[in-house]
């Protein structure tokens, strides 16, 4: 079975800042970004991003290198990132919202990576790091005297734009490429489809790290809009909405979670700032369609829910959906809607063969959008990335482990995924690395963890600990996880039990664990048992 996008022509160098410097020569004065009052103008960012670019070249990281970036939202981090493409380089997250505990796993990840930029207040979390940390501010100077016009750095769709670290089925971190093509076809689907331009303005949410974040960043550059930052490392929801009510913001990108979040800010306080939006572009977890119904009926609401589907290894999207047509009586789940232009679904068995109209198969994503592959690895990881003869034709497709079908509307619809790995708050997380984070905690014998539901029927994850010897408290095992892992990763609830159980094939039963969860202790922030 198989689901096609539109077709539609890209430039013969499809290469995503391209689109940004036509921009600054044709409005050198509109805003391209605010943060906390101050502002750049896209002549102002092009110049100081020129200059950086010159910077990498005359180090000789020029194209094919990959920089790494550890920055907060910040003027600095569009300078670092749209200087790293028009050296011809890519850039790596490292998302100063993680511990440095996990941004010193992060950084042995990288093959070959050129340096690092951080700022004076980021620096002390990549300090481990084998390569020059550098910080533009302390550059100035230097900076300066290079040339504010571009490098002409010749870039093709096929060069690496960006890399992310996504959660492996091994359990450790895997840094996955995207090319330039898709992601130039990505935002160019975005912009055209949903008629995206100069007043297109943005508000980022969502973590650096995070691979949504990618293209919530570049967007309102690519198509001559201004992107807001907000004044804080994570997500803060009453500054979010401030800015959303103060600003004349008009698009933003998230995950489910963080739309629920604003949503409840919003109808708890009786404002209006997320109804009078022309678009959320949202994904990444199942839906919860009643987190939303209400607030969607609301009289003289604008704003039109995207809901999306996609996985880092292919441009982030791949398919989307207007969530206006879902109708809670006539879909069991909502559907994830049609691909985006120039990619294609293709439902597959486990002997990757097309399943039959009407069939559940395994979603793989092919296209302009399938990104480049797993960067330094050799591993099981790589195989998704495969090549399969469709109609005679050899298809390079990436294989999500996610399992659908094809709705009669020719919808696609998510069920849920084919391996261990979950999805919590819009993040892919694989269990198997918060249990091993665990393990190595003092105190605590064996670890497993799985997804659970709070009271209000929200996903989240449960630890379920072995103790050595005493029972372990929550503010404990909490603090001492967050020096290992972010924040997304660690665990909503502590459960002590005695032993974990296992299924008949000697692997823990974590279906027995949930059926019990009521039987066991909480870990209590006091150190007293509930």
């Given at each position: 079975m198989i689901l096609q996008g539109k077709r539609v022509a890209l430039p013969p160098a499809p290469v995503v800042h391209h689109r940004f410097e036509a921009n600054a020569a044709a409005t050198p004065d509109a805003l391209a970004v605010v943060r906390a009052g101050e502002h750049m103008t896209y002549a102002q960012l092009d110049a100081a991003a020129n200059r950086f670019a010159h910077y990498l070249i005359r180090r000789g990281h020029g194209r094919g290198a990959k920089v790494g970036l550890c920055l907060d939202y910040s003027f600095d981090l569009l300078v670092a990132l749209l200087g790293t493409l028009k050296a011809g380089a890519a850039y790596v997250p490292f998302d100063p919202a993680y511990p440095a505990a996990r941004l010193e796993q992060l950084l042995g990840q990288v093959p070959d990576l050129a340096l690092i930029v951080a700022s004076e207040a980021t620096a002390p979390m990549v300090a481990a790091a084998t390569v020059d940390v550098v910080d533009l501010e302390r550059l100035a100077d230097t900076l300066d005297r290079l040339p504010a016009t571009s490098p002409g750095t010749e870039v093709t769709g096929d060069d690496l734009c960006y890399a992310v670290f996504t959660s492996g089925s091994t359990g450790t971190p895997k840094l996955t490429a995207v090319r330039h093509e898709g992601w130039f076809n990505l935002m160019n689907w975005l912009t055209l489809e949903y008629g995206l331009h100069s007043g297109s303005h943005h508000l980022v949410v969502s973590a650096f790290g995070f691979d949504l974040s990618q293209r919530a960043l570049m967007t309102p550059?690519?198509?001559?809009?201004?992107?807001?930052?907000?004044?804080?490392?994570?997500?803060?929801?009453?500054?979010?909405?401030?800015?959303?009510?103060?600003?004349?913001?008009?698009?933003?990108?998230?995950?489910?979670?963080?739309?629920?979040?604003?949503?409840?800010?919003?109808?708890?306080?009786?404002?209006?700032?997320?109804?009078?939006?022309?678009?959320?572009?949202?994904?990444?977890?199942?839906?919860?369609?009643?987190?939303?119904?209400?607030?969607?009926?609301?009289?003289?609401?604008?704003?039109?829910?995207?809901?999306?589907?996609?996985?880092?290894?292919?441009?982030?999207?791949a398919t989307s959906y207007d969530l206006s047509a879902y109708r809670p009586g006539h879909h069991a789940i909502a559907p994830v809607g049609r691909p985006?232009?120039?990619?294609?679904?293709?439902?597959?068995?486990?002997?990757?063969?097309?399943?039959?109209?009407?069939?559940?198969?395994?979603?793989?994503?092919?296209?302009?959008?399938?990104?480049?592959?797993?960067?330094?690895?050799?591993?099981?990881?790589?195989?998704?990335?495969?090549?399969?003869?469709?109609?005679?034709?050899?298809?390079?497709?990436?294989?999500?482990?996610?399992?659908?079908?094809?709705?009669?509307?020719?919808?696609?619809?998510?069920?849920?995924?084919?391996?261990?790995?979950?999805?919590?708050?819009?993040?892919?997380?694989?269990?198997?690395?918060?249990?091993?984070?665990?393990?190595?905690?003092?105190?605590?014998?064996?670890?497993?963890?799985?997804?659970?539901?709070?009271?209000?029927?929200?996903?989240?994850?449960?630890?379920?600990?072995?103790?050595?010897?005493?029972?372990?408290?929550?503010?404990?095992?909490?603090?001492?996880?967050?020096?290992?892992?972010?924040?997304?990763?660690?665990?909503?609830?502590?459960?002590?039990?005695?032993?974990?159980?296992?299924?008949?094939?000697?692997?823990?039963?974590?279906?027995?664990?949930?059926?019990?969860?009521?039987?066991?202790?909480?870990?209590?922030?006091?150190?007293?048992?509930?």
């Amino acid at each position: 079975m198989i689901l096609q996008g539109k077709r539609v022509a890209l430039p013969p160098a499809p290469v995503v800042h391209h689109r940004f410097e036509a921009n600054a020569a044709a409005t050198p004065d509109a805003l391209a970004v605010v943060r906390a009052g101050e502002h750049m103008t896209y002549a102002q960012l092009d110049a100081a991003a020129n200059r950086f670019a010159h910077y990498l070249i005359r180090r000789g990281h020029g194209r094919g290198a990959k920089v790494g970036l550890c920055l907060d939202y910040s003027f600095d981090l569009l300078v670092a990132l749209l200087g790293t493409l028009k050296a011809g380089a890519a850039y790596v997250p490292f998302d100063p919202a993680y511990p440095a505990a996990r941004l010193e796993q992060l950084l042995g990840q990288v093959p070959d990576l050129a340096l690092i930029v951080a700022s004076e207040a980021t620096a002390p979390m990549v300090a481990a790091a084998t390569v020059d940390v550098v910080d533009l501010e302390r550059l100035a100077d230097t900076l300066d005297r290079l040339p504010a016009t571009s490098p002409g750095t010749e870039v093709t769709g096929d060069d690496l734009c960006y890399a992310v670290f996504t959660s492996g089925s091994t359990g450790t971190p895997k840094l996955t490429a995207v090319r330039h093509e898709g992601w130039f076809n990505l935002m160019n689907w975005l912009t055209l489809e949903y008629g995206l331009h100069s007043g297109s303005h943005h508000l980022v949410v969502s973590a650096f790290g995070f691979d949504l974040s990618q293209r919530a960043l570049m967007t309102p550059l690519f198509c001559g809009a201004t992107q807001h930052f907000m004044a804080s490392r994570n997500f803060d929801a009453m500054m979010a909405y401030r800015i959303l009510n103060e600003r004349d913001i008009r698009v933003v990108h998230c995950a489910s979670s963080t739309l629920y979040v604003l949503v409840d800010w919003e109808t708890a306080r009786g404002g209006d700032a997320l109804t009078r939006l022309d678009y959320v572009l949202f994904g990444g977890e199942a839906l919860k369609p009643e987190r939303l119904s209400h607030w969607m009926r609301r009289e003289g609401n604008t704003c039109t829910l995207l809901h999306q589907y996609g996985v880092a290894e292919c441009t982030d999207v791949a398919t989307s959906y207007d969530l206006s047509a879902y109708r809670p009586g006539h879909h069991a789940i909502a559907p994830v809607g049609r691909p985006a232009y120039n990619t294609d679904i293709h439902l597959l068995d486990a002997e990757l063969r097309g399943v039959a109209p009407g069939e559940s198969g395994e979603i793989c994503i092919a296209g302009a959008g399938v990104g480049a592959g797993y960067l330094g690895g050799s591993g099981p990881e790589n195989a998704k990335f495969t090549t399969v003869e469709i109609d005679g034709v050899p298809v390079r497709l990436y294989r999500t482990g996610d399992r659908g079908h094809i709705d009669a509307s020719g919808e696609l619809v998510v069920a849920g995924r084919m391996d261990a790995q979950v999805k919590v708050r819009g993040m892919r997380i694989d269990p198997t690395d918060i249990e091993r984070a665990l393990g190595r905690l003092p105190g605590i014998r064996e670890a497993a963890v799985a997804v659970t539901h709070s009271a209000a029927g929200e996903a989240e994850l449960t630890a379920f600990l072995v103790p050595t010897r005493h029972e372990l408290t929550e503010d404990d095992v909490r603090s001492r996880l967050l020096r290992e892992l972010p924040r997304n990763m660690v665990p909503a609830r502590f459960v002590n039990i005695l032993r974990l159980p296992l299924s008949p094939h000697g692997k823990v039963d974590r279906a027995a664990l949930v059926a019990s969860l009521e039987k066991h202790q909480v870990l209590q922030p006091s150190g007293t048992a509930a």
